[in-house]
Structure formats: structure tokens, C-alpha cells
């Protein structure tokens, strides 16, 4: 893989036209609660101009269960009662448990059917991992997956997505799918490699580094749909660490990565389950000393809660793993779904939003997110020095088979000049700046293009930054709806089987991606029309 700061090195400054139909501009979508456009600007009598900001919604998603653990799916919205740092809130919306599931009648087998067929229903993402999990656990934990997967239906009743990471691949093994039976085969003709990096201490950083990374690639691609996710980590999850033996500077770090973890999961309505399938511990220090029958964390605060974090749960310490999957694929169809827009109107980052949810009815318990820390909204590129995590997540997305649909997009072959293509950004993914003396509104987005062969080899990338100016007929000011019609010259090799393009819009941080299959025949040039 090229360095992290090659990617961008040749990062270039493009000033398109924005595509028109001639059409009126839809309704603009809701934007994401962190990520609010700006009101227009509104002038007083000494012709000074305000720019205010809307005020930001939360959304929560929580499962109500019994004394008994049985989840409960008959409250109503005045059955809940919700506070923010101690400050009562005023529920707006509410959605009863299992309000968008799956339609018997729908089939779904991908993330473009899902976004299209049920673009609110709950789903499930399966992750397997492999890196930080011992041989012989994982092969438990495959077992127990199948165990739970052939007791199950032929359709599944909520899509399910399955996922296999190690230190050295990201790989989906099946897209969104409600069939059994593709799952099962998929997870049959998966062959993992012997983790022995779990074994070594020299390797605990990049373990680190490839658990975070996961999480927010699985978030950044995953955004755009706006259903809730159940994502089932199944594995260790992150590396024993004890922060006693390590300087102040690092647990800061460490303690930035989980807050912006569990933010971006928040974000894409993320709540986590982890599965530790080692169970009942016999040998004490096979994960280490910690880990005999405790938290499977290590014992460090962070890491533990940092399911609990998003309104899941970590469990550990059972041999009963195809049930411990079954309890977390059940809370995933039947969580109630609250939205509030915050009486505290501080915009302090540093400030911890603790958050609790109750219930009139004695007896339930309520398992929602704990709180949430504001954020900063995506830094601007810098074509020379592009910062690490930006670079990252570009070639999470582009060496991924993971479709992206933050950012919805579609990608055409000119069947004139094959090494052109033809690249349509939908207008509501995009933010358009104010017109100001000296510049007319214009949106920004990052562009990646890269070539794969029939092995998966990277053939060619490159990388722009495309800077697209409006026309003058639009508004100085407001919302327009007006997509990008990018023209893409990727240079040809006898080799390549498949391109990726990857789009991110400055303005969000979102991420969209399309693939295009070299190989099928292209569609043939229409005939000039007689004269």
C-alpha cells in the first residue's frame, strides 16, 4: 500500500458545471444532526447580516426489556420520559419497536436494493474478527454463527450483512441479503488466516489501529442508509492494554479514539454488540492475566463501555455464543426510536452529554446510548499535508468492496470512448457555500478513481479535488438541489477488470462509492438519426 501521504500528492483544482435538468429542485433531505446547513442570513436596519445555525436533533434508538429479560414492545411515547445532563427533554418524534421492518414481500440482496426497496428498515452487520481473536476461538465462533443461522428461516426477516477483518484484509462476504442460505455458503467459502499476530506483542499497535479503523469504515460506509444498524462484533474486539504502563499523552490518545469512535457510530445510528467467543476461560493466559473471567477489555474502563457506549452490550464469559448472537439479532428488531432536540444549547466539544431514558412501567430496564460529546465538523483538505485520518478513510473506501452510499452516486461507460466515464453526484449530498463579493457559491468534493485486476491487485489510482462552481442563475443565498456531471478519463490497462470511483463532499464528510465492471460488454452507440 502507498504511504499514507502519496494518495493526495497529486491533488489537482477542477471547476466543473453543475448538471441541470431543467426540473425544480426537490425538497432537501434532513441533514444529520451535527452536520446542519445554515439558515439564510437575515439583515438589520444598519444592514449588518446574522448566519444562524438549526438547532440539532438526537436520535435514539433503545430496547425495553423485563425483569426477566424479555424485550417489551407495547409502550407508547408517553411511557417515556428522557433527560440530557439532567435536564428534562421534549420527545418531537417517536416510532414503536419494529415500525420499518422488512415487507414480507420485499427481496432484498445488496445495499442499492435496500436503500431503494426499505430505506428506513433495521439491519444486521455481522463482523467477524479475526485479528485479535485466537485460532481456535474463531473457529468456535464460526460454528456458533451457523448453529444460529440454520435454526432460522430460509428469508431472514431483517437484511444481514457479513463481514471477516483481519490485519491485512476487510472483507465482505456477503452484501445485504435476507437469505440463509447465501449466508451460510458465504461463510462455508471463507478461509481465515492463522491470526498469529495476536500472539505478538510488536503487532499490539496496528491491532489497535485496525479495530478503530473498522468501526469507522463500517460507519462511513454504512451513513446513508438511515435505518438503524445492528452491528454484532463477534471476536475479542480490541487488544489487552493496561494504561497504568503507558505515558499520559497516549491515554489521551487513546481516549480521542474512542470518543470520535463512538461518535461516528452515532451518527450512523450504530449500536454495538460484542460477542467474545473464548467463553469460559481455562487457560487464564491465553488472552492474559486479566482476562480469565472478566472483561474480555482487560479490565480498562474505555474499551469495556464502549459498546454500552451505543446502546449495546458486551458479552462475554458464555459458551452459549449462537445464543448470545440470537439475543443481539433480537434487541436489533425491536428497538423503539425517540427524537429530541436539546434544551442545552453549550457547544463546549470537551462536555460529556450524558443521557437517560425511564419508563412509567415497574420493572423495565431501558438500554439506550449513555450520552454523546459534540464534534467538529470534517477539516478542510490541504492538497499538500492532507491530514492522516482523512487519507485513511479515502483508502478504506477505495480498497474496500464495501458499498458507500453517503454520498449517492452512479457511474456510467461512455460506449464511445471506453476510458471514459461518466459520473452523476446526487444535488442532496452536496452543500453549496454563500456567493460572496469575489466568489460565486461553489461545492467541494474529494474524487478517487483506481483500476483493480480479476486478483483484487490495485492497478492505478489517482485523486482530485474538484472544486464546482454554480452558474450564475442561482440564488446568492438558500438551499439549491443541483447535482455534479463529472467526466472521468481513467487510463486504459489491458489488465483492469474493475474501476472504483470514491466521492467524498468537503462540506459532511460523507462518502460515496460506484464500481463498474470492465468486463461486460459495452452497451452498443446509438445511430445518428436519418436525415
Not at 430496564?365 to 464534534?375: A, F, M, P, S
Request: glycine share 6%; aromatic share 8%.
Amino acid at each position: 500500500m502507498k504511504t499514507l501521504s502519496s494518495v493526495l500528492t497529486i491533488l489537482l483544482l477542477a471547476v466543473i458545471t453543475p448538471a441541470s435538468d431543467g426540473q425544480q429542485p426537490a425538497p432537501a433531505a434532513q441533514p444529520p444532526q451535527s452536520q446542519q446547513p445554515p439558515t439564510q442570513p437575515a439583515r438589520d436596519a444598519n444592514g449588518t447580516y446574522t448566519l444562524t445555525r438549526n438547532a440539532r436533533l438526537v436520535i435514539l434508538d433503545m430496547v425495553v426489556t423485563d425483569a426477566k429479560g424479555n424485550v417489551v414492545t407495547d409502550l407508547k411515547s408517553d411511557d417515556f420520559h428522557v433527560t440530557e445532563s439532567d435536564e428534562p427533554q421534549t420527545v418531537l418524534n417517536f416510532e414503536a419497536a419494529g415500525a420499518h421492518t422488512v415487507s414480507p414481500a420485499s427481496e432484498i440482496n445488496s445495499t442499492a436494493t435496500l436503500d431503494q426497496v426499505a430505506p428506513r428498515a433495521p439491519v444486521n452487520i455481522v463482523l467477524l474478527d479475526e485479528f485479535n481473536t485466537r485460532f481456535e476461538d474463531m473457529a468456535f465462533a464460526r460454528y456458533s454463527l451457523k448453529k444460529f443461522l440454520e435454526r432460522q428461516p430460509g428469508k431472514l426477516s431483517t437484511p444481514t450483512m457479513l463481514i471477516a477483518v483481519s490485519l491485512q484484509n476487510f472483507t465482505v462476504l456477503h452484501d445485504y441479503t435476507q437469505s440463509k442460505d447465501e449466508l451460510i455458503s458465504a461463510l462455508d467459502h471463507h478461509f481465515a488466516a492463522y491470526p498469529w499476530q495476536a500472539h505478538q506483542f510488536a503487532w499490539l499497535g496496528e491491532r489497535y489501529a485496525t479495530a478503530f479503523i473498522t468501526l469507522r469504515r463500517v460507519a462511513e460506509a454504512t451513513v446513508g442508509h438511515p435505518g438503524h444498524k445492528n452491528m454484532i462484533w463477534i471476536g475479542r474486539g480490541f487488544p489487552n492494554l493496561n494504561m497504568a504502563n503507558y505515558p499520559v499523552d497516549t491515554e489521551r490518545r487513546v481516549s480521542n479514539a474512542v470518543q470520535e469512535c463512538v461518535n461516528v457510530l452515532r451518527d450512523a445510528r450504530i449500536t454495538l454488540y460484542t460477542i467474545d467467543p473464548a467463553g469460559l476461560k481455562v487457560d487464564q493466559q491465553a488472552y492474559g492475566s486479566e482476562a480469565a473471567f472478566s472483561d474480555p477489555f482487560g479490565g480498562n474502563y474505555q474499551f469495556a463501555k464502549l459498546a454500552t457506549a451505543t446502546g449495546g452490550r458486551a458479552l462475554y464469559g458464555r459458551n452459549d455464543v449462537d445464543a448470545q448472537i440470537g439475543t443481539a439479532i433480537r434487541d436489533g428488531s425491536s428497538f423503539y426510536t425517540l427524537t429530541y432536540r436539546p434544551t442545552n444549547d453549550s457547544r463546549d466539544p470537551r462536555q460529556f452529554r450524558r443521557i437517560r431514558v425511564t419508563v412509567d412501567r415497574p420493572g423495565l430496564t431501558v438500554t439506550t446510548r449513555e450520552g454523546y460529546y459534540l464534534q467538529y465538523g470534517p477539516g478542510r483538505v490541504d492538497p499538500k499535508n492532507p491530514s492522516r485520518m482523512l487519507v485513511a478513510d479515502l483508502l478504506s473506501a477505495e480498497s474496500s468492496t464495501m458499498a458507500y452510499d453517503g454520498v449517492p452516486m452512479t457511474v456510467d461507460r461512455s460506449p464511445q470512448t471506453p476510458d471514459t466515464f461518466n459520473i452523476h453526484v446526487d444535488g442532496k449530498a452536496l452543500s453549496w457555500t454563500y456567493a460572496t463579493d469575489t466568489e460565486p457559491r461553489h461545492a467541494e468534493i474529494v474524487l478517487v478513481a483506481s483500476s483493480f485486476d480479476k486478483k483484487g491487485k490495485e492497478l492505478k489510482r489517482d485523486a482530485k479535488i474538484i472544486r464546482a462552481s454554480a452558474s450564475k442563475d442561482v440564488p446568492p443565498t438558500g438551499r439549491i438541489d443541483r447535482g455534479l456531471d463529472i467526466h472521468y478519463l481513467l487510463p486504459h490497462d489491458e489488465k483492469a477488470t474493475r474501476a472504483r470511483f470514491v466521492v467524498r463532499v468537503a462540506a459532511s464528510g460523507r462518502i460515496g462509492t460506484a464500481d463498474v465492471d470492465l468486463t461486460k460488454p459495452l452497451p452498443p452507440v446509438a445511430s445518428a438519426p436519418a436525415q
